[in-house]
């Protein structure tokens, strides 16, 4: 995706609401789509991955869709707590012998309490 | 530690100065990637290393860069005559296998700001 430079698109939900966080990726071949998350001053942590043959992954408190119909990917978060407020990235795997990653824009996830 | 090392955490030097960033990745892991992530951007590549053998360095911007991995473990990203537009946080991460889910474990970056 584009890059927005310091002005992150942000998504603002109440504590205990469910958050969707859409991306869009670039490359019908990707093998991967992940899910990183990333706290002020660390580094990116790995969430959930999926692979391209399945549309649908589920992890704790954690869901993973692909349409690869229009290049969709979004990440849903059940139960939003304070400790999810982070940047989450989506990324591919465009080859899948390595974990040579293309990271897209970065979503801010602001949980209010 | 359990995780990815990275030194230092900070860097602040003078244009055209040389800088060396350490990785010490996670013991086991034979895979080992350096991305670059500037302010508000997500994280780019730049090399992976499967053993000692830097097996893809595509995304090393310039010849300025350079990174090696001797024994198969540290590595140490190398920059040459740095520029302002190199400030950046300079991450390194490490991975069990290559065969990749993309499943990466990352270290906390080192920040590099050139004045």
């Known amino acids: 995706g584009e890059s927005v430079g310091l002005h992150l698109p942000t998504l603002s939900v109440q504590e205990g609401d469910n958050s969707i966080i859409n991306c869009a990726y670039s490359?019908?071949?990707?093998?991967?789509f992940i899910w990183y998350k990333q706290e002020s001053g660390k580094g990116p942590q790995f969430i959930i991955d999926?692979?391209?043959?399945?549309d649908k992954r589920q992890g704790q408190r954690v869901t993973v869709l692909l349409n690869k119909t229009v290049k969709h990917l979004s990440l849903q978060i059940a139960a939003t707590q304070p400790g999810d407020s982070a940047v989450y990235f989506c990324a591919e795997n465009l080859d899948g012998a390595t974990n040579k990653l293309i990271f897209g824009t970065g979503t801010l996830l602001a949980v209010q309490p | 530690g359990a995780g990815v090392s990275q030194t230092p955490s900070n860097k602040v030097t003078e244009k055209g100065k040389y800088v060396e960033l350490r990785c010490d990745p996670i013991?086991?892991?034979?895979?080992l990637y350096w991305y670059r992530q500037s302010l508000g951007q997500g994280p780019e590549f730049l090399i992976y290393?499967?053993?000692?053998?830097?097996?893809?360095d595509s995304g090393l911007p310039n010849d300025r860069f350079f990174a090696v991995r001797p024994e198969g473990s540290v590595s140490t990203l190398k920059i040459q005559r740095t520029e302002r537009g190199d400030s950046a946080v300079y991450l390194c991460a490490s991975s069990l296998q290559t065969s990749g889910t993309g499943e990466l474990f990352f270290g906390e970056g080192s920040r590099l700001t050139v004045l």
């Open positions: 490359n019908s071949a990707s093998d991967y």
């Open positions: 013991s086991g892991h034979t895979a």
């Open positions: 290393f499967q053993g000692t053998g830097a097996a893809d």
């Open positions: 999926i692979r391209s043959n399945m």
